[in-house]
C-alpha cells in the first residue's frame, strides 16, 4: 500500500493529475460539467476543433441509445465497416512498419511468424505507424454519428483524439508465460485521461481462438477500493474481479471482420492469448 501511495504522490508532484485523478467517475463526473460548460460559451466549438464530417457512414445508427447502453453497462454494439473499408484497413497495416514497445527498431507483420520476429525473438504485438493516415481511418474519426456518441456519453465535445491500429501475434509460450511477458492480457482499465471513451473497429475476423477482446460489464461505475489506487495489468487481479462483479458480468466480444463498438475503457478489460494467427484492431479513442 505505500509502494502505492508513493506512485501516487510522485504523479502528483510530477503534474501527472489526469492519471492520478482520471481513475476516480466522480471526479470525471465533475470534469465533464465543467468541459461542457465552457463549450457552451462557443456554439461552433465541435466544428471548429473537430470538423466532423457531413454524412456519417452509420446511417441507422441513435448515438443516444449507444451513449444510454455506454451508462448502462460501459459498452454498446451494432455498428460495422463494409468490406472495402476493412480490407483498405487492413492493407495499410500490412503495407506500414510497425513498432513494439520497449523493444528498438521497425517490422512489418508478415515478419512475424508464429510469434517471432524474423525467427528469432517473440512479439507480441506490432503498433501500425501514423494509422492516421490511412483515409479510411482518418474519416472514421470525425464521423459525426461517432462522435455525437462521444458528445452524449462524455457531456462534451473531445480535444483530443488519438489512433492504435494494432496488431497481435500467437506465440509459442504457455498462457501463463505470456501472461506474465505481456502486460494486457491481464486484467486492468484505462486512465487516459480526465474523461474518455473509445471505439473499436475488428479488422480480421475474431472468435474464440483469435483474441477476442474480454471486459467486465458495469465496472465503470464501481470498483473494488483497492483498485482505484492501482490501473496497471496484474497477473493476480483477476480472480478478484470475478469474485467482486460474479462470473456473469465477463463478456467475451466476438465478431467479424468490420464489426464495431464503443466502450467505456476504464471498465476491467483484457486481451485474450492468441491460440493461433493474428488479429488487427482499430481503436479511436476521444479525451
Not at 106 to 124: C, I, M, P, T
Not at 160 to 173: E, N, R
Request: aromatic share 12%; hydrophobic share 35%.
Amino acid at each position: 500500500m505505500n509502494s502505492t501511495l508513493n506512485r501516487i504522490t510522485n504523479r502528483l508532484r510530477s503534474r501527472d493529475l489526469h492519471h492520478t485523478l482520471g481513475r476516480f467517475k466522480q471526479f470525471r463526473d465533475a470534469y465533464s460539467l465543467y468541459q461542457n460548460g465552457r463549450q457552451q460559451l462557443r456554439s461552433n466549438y465541435h466544428r471548429a476543433q473537430l470538423h466532423p464530417l457531413e454524412i456519417s457512414a452509420f446511417s441507422e445508427m441513435s448515438p443516444q441509445e449507444h451513449a444510454d447502453n455506454l451508462r448502462a453497462t460501459g459498452v454498446s454494439f451494432g455498428f460495422s465497416l463494409p468490406p472495402a473499408e476493412v480490407e483498405q484497413i487492413y492493407r495499410f497495416a500490412c503495407e506500414t512498419p510497425c513498432t513494439e514497445p520497449a523493444f528498438a527498431g521497425k517490422f512489418y507483420a508478415d515478419q512475424v511468424s508464429s510469434g517471432r520476429l524474423n525467427g528469432e525473438r517473440h512479439v507480441f504485438r506490432g503498433l501500425v505507424n501514423n494509422p492516421e493516415n490511412c483515409p479510411v481511418v482518418a474519416s472514421l474519426a470525425q464521423d459525426p454519428k461517432l462522435l455525437q456518441i462521444v458528445r452524449s456519453y462524455l457531456k462534451y465535445w473531445p480535444s483530443q483524439l488519438t489512433y492504435h491500429l494494432s496488431w497481435s501475434f500467437a506465440v509459442d509460450l504457455s498462457e501463463a508465460e505470456q501472461m506474465k511477458r505481456y502486460p494486457p492480457l491481464n486484467y486492468h482499465y484505462d486512465v487516459a485521461g480526465y474523461n474518455f471513451m473509445t471505439t473499436y473497429f475488428y479488422i480480421t475476423d475474431i472468435d474464440t481462438d483469435n483474441g477476442p477482446h474480454v471486459m467486465i460489464e458495469k465496472s465503470h461505475n464501481h470498483k473494488p477500493l483497492h483498485t482505484l489506487l492501482q490501473s496497471g495489468a496484474n497477473p493476480h487481479l483477476a480472480q478478484q474481479v470475478l469474485d467482486y462483479y460474479g462470473p456473469d458480468c465477463e463478456l467475451a466480444i466476438k465478431g467479424k471482420a468490420g464489426f464495431g463498438f464503443v466502450q467505456d475503457p476504464s471498465c476491467f478489460h483484457r486481451l485474450s492469448p492468441l491460440k493461433h494467427g493474428r488479429r488487427l484492431l482499430l481503436q479511436i479513442r476521444y479525451a
